[in-house]
């Protein structure tokens, strides 16, 4: 199928896009919206502006629509955007990053189905360790953009994320009970390189700010694409 992704730059939609291009469908844009509200209940914020690069990085074009990110009201948002991606691109359906979110999922469904086109989620219902760990196997290099979670704290921010990384997760799950794939709100990821990626995203300048002990987030002041 000719496909577009709605993209948000972190290792969820990332992932999607890598597996259904793998599975031999046509990517041909990504579709991202800018929330203006941090607590969005749709749409991913943090460091959605690198998408830009991301962009670039894997030489398709990008829709970016501005949104309130007002509850329900940013349907709408997106029932347009898609309705533009349909008309410019003439995709067939869209790729989403959904895996357990039903909130998320049901209300892509609905206004896919509204303008015709098919949903894929090739990440719906994984379990959260083995999807973390195909990400590692797929050399997809991600970095966390945000934490907000027992036992997680700023030190864990703009690290690459390895198999020690994971291996730390695990035991926080165990103890604490986190979502091991971030999907509670434990964390926000960004991704720096995959194999998709014609060139990587490079960090020269980035600031921590700690809201308390297990909340902090990264601002981005200054990157750039290098090549591979």
Excluded at 57 to 69: N, S
Excluded at 120 to 130: M, N
Excluded at 148 to 156: C, I, P, R
Excluded at 190 to 212: A, G, M, R, T, W
């Amino acid at each position: 199928m000719k496909l577009a992704v709605l993209f948000t730059g972190g290792k969820d939609s990332t992932y999607a896009l890598y597996l259904a291009q793998k599975a031999g469908h046509q990517i041909v844009g990504l579709i991202t919206l800018r929330s203006k509200n941090q607590a969005s209940y749709m749409f991913h914020t943090p460091a959605i502006e690198i998408t830009l690069l991301q962009a670039q990085a894997l030489e398709l074009p990008q829709i970016i629509k501005e949104t309130p990110g007002q509850k329900e009201k940013e349907l709408a948002d997106l029932e347009d955007v898609l309705q533009h991606a349909k008309k410019k691109w003439e995709i067939e359906g869209v790729v989403t990053g959904a895996l357990f979110s039903e909130y998320q999922s049901s209300r892509i469904e609905n206004i896919c189905s509204k303008l015709d086109l098919k949903v894929l989620s090739p990440l719906w219902h994984k379990p959260q360790e083995e999807e973390m760990k195909e990400l590692l196997e797929n050399k997809i290099q991600f970095i966390f953009t945000a934490v907000a979670a027992e036992g997680l704290d700023k030190s864990w921010l703009n690290k690459i994320i390895t198999k020690k990384e994971l291996q730390k997760l695990k035991l926080l799950q165990e103890k604490n009970g986190i979502n091991l794939a971030g999907e509670g709100g434990e964390f926000e990821s960004l991704v720096l390189d995959c194999p998709l990626f014609k060139k990587k995203i490079v960090l020269d300048q980035v600031e921590i700010k700690e809201e308390s002990e297990n909340t902090a987030h990264l601002i981005i002041k200054k990157v750039h694409l290098a090549q591979k």
